[in-house]
């Protein structure tokens, strides 16, 4: 099957630590994105990557890091420089330039700083 | 000027009517609207996109409107279903932009029996 996953599902962090979340895709897509959702917000982008070792700060990227090393993998690291880092993170990705605007999501990582 | 403003932030609805979520938008360079339907604890699904050179785009139930000079768009689904009970986003970018989609705020939609 084709499609994005997002591991873990959940996860816990200790205030001043690091976190890594994973996403992986094996639709041969060109582009991968990373969002933040909040309770009553909509997604804000983290970070975006259209092609592999290369990649753009969206609007929020103060805190997070990214790489690109293979085209279907684009991990997000969470900082302790994040100062709120509870949120739901979205991975997306879509094809190529001609459609970069249909984004594929996968199902998120929730992520709760204790 | 980056700013999609989506209304309202929640909506019931009775089984078989029509509901209707609204979009306004600043960026009069913005010439792609998609659609994205979310269910609790799942990532988005894109359900319906629009440019702006059509006034209505319909698939199935669901149809989006499409007003330019308003610089509004909407989603109306028909004939609604308690499955379609969901959280709905508009968004909005340039077709010839690197996927920079900028989301509304969401609406959660309840559709009651």
């Known amino acids: 099957d084709g499609g994005i996953t997002q591991s873990p599902k959940y996860l816990f962090r200790k205030e001043g630590q690091n976190v890594t979340l994973s996403c992986e895709q094996n639709l041969n897509h060109d582009a991968m994105y990373w969002y933040r959702q909040d309770p009553g917000q909509g997604l804000r982008l983290i970070y975006y990557s259209q092609i592999v070792n290369d990649f753009q700060k969206g609007d929020i990227a103060e805190g997070y890091s990214v790489s690109r090393e293979k085209k279907e993998s684009f991990p997000l690291t969470v900082t302790s420089a994040q100062k709120n880092p509870t949120a739901f993170y979205l991975c997306a990705s879509s094809k190529d330039r001609v459609t970069y605007n249909e984004q594929f999501f996968g199902p998120g990582t929730r992520l709760t700083v204790l | 000027q980056q700013q999609v403003k989506q209304s309202p932030q929640s909506l019931i609805v009775q089984k078989g009517g029509i509901s209707i979520i609204n979009c306004a938008y600043e960026n009069t360079a913005f010439d792609y609207f998609p659609w994205y339907q979310q269910f609790p604890g799942k990532g988005p699904a894109l359900l319906i996109a629009?440019?702006?050179?059509?006034s209505e785009k319909k698939e199935g139930r669901f149809t989006i409107s499409f007003n330019k000079s308003a610089k509004q768009f909407s989603l109306h689904i028909m004939d609604s279903q308690p499955g379609d009970s969901a959280t709905y986003f508009c968004a909005a970018t340039r077709a010839s932009n690197t996927g920079k989609l900028i989301f509304g705020q969401g609406t959660t939609l309840q559709v009651k029996p």
């Open positions: 629009i440019r702006p050179d059509v």
